[in-house]
């Protein structure tokens, strides 16, 4: 997507039948207008031409718009006065992308066995790694007498 000084987008690629936040800094915003409406249409003849009114904040006007087509979206802004920043009569034009579709996934049925006897297995995994961690932690101060020795050094403290 080529960028554009004064307008961003809250995402990096502008994708069909998503919506998208666009954020506008320029012209109007610079000059101090109150309000700031965003026109917009797809195509090279603009079709489903649509104007929202967008919010001012601080960072400048933002408004959320559906992308409906998968052809150029076309924006141009004007304010409450009816002054246009339309980009010098050649208006803002971005490309929109079709959505891509996951050919590599597999969608399959699942029977409620399967799920159980995944979480049994993963259960009883969970439950041998435990062992084994505790023998290895564990045996070596047994059998060293190293564990004995820490439990009345921690006795003597006490007394």
């Known amino acids: 997507m080529e960028l ?4 961003f987008f809250n995402t990096d690629k ?9 954020s506008y800094t320029g012209k109007l915003f610079q000059e101090g207008s109150e309000e700031v ?5 797809y195509g090279p003849n603009w079709n489903n031409v649509t104007e929202k009114q967008m919010e001012k904040t601080e960072l ?17 802004f004007r304010n409450s006065n009816n002054e246009w920043d339309n980009n010098d009569s050649k208006n803002y034009t ?10 590599l996934v597999v969608k ?8 159980r006897r995944l979480r049994k297995t993963y259960l009883w995994s969970k439950k041998i790694r435990l062992a084994v961690y505790k023998i290895i932690t564990y045996l070596p101060k047994i059998i060293s007498g190293n564990y004995k020795r820490k439990i009345n ?5 006490n007394s």
């Open 14 to 22: 502008l994708i069909e039948n998503t919506t998208v936040k666009i």
């Open 37 to 41: 409406y965003v026109h917009y249409g």
């Open 94 to 103: 971005f490309e929109i992308e079709k959505p891509e579709e996951l050919s």
């Open 60 to 76: 400048g006007f933002q408004a959320e718009i559906e992308l409906s087509s998968d052809e150029t979206l076309n924006l141009c």
């Open 4 to 7: 554009v000084k004064d307008i």
């Open 153 to 157: 050094s921690e006795n003597d403290t």
């Open 108 to 115: 399959e049925e699942s029977s409620i066995q399967s799920p």
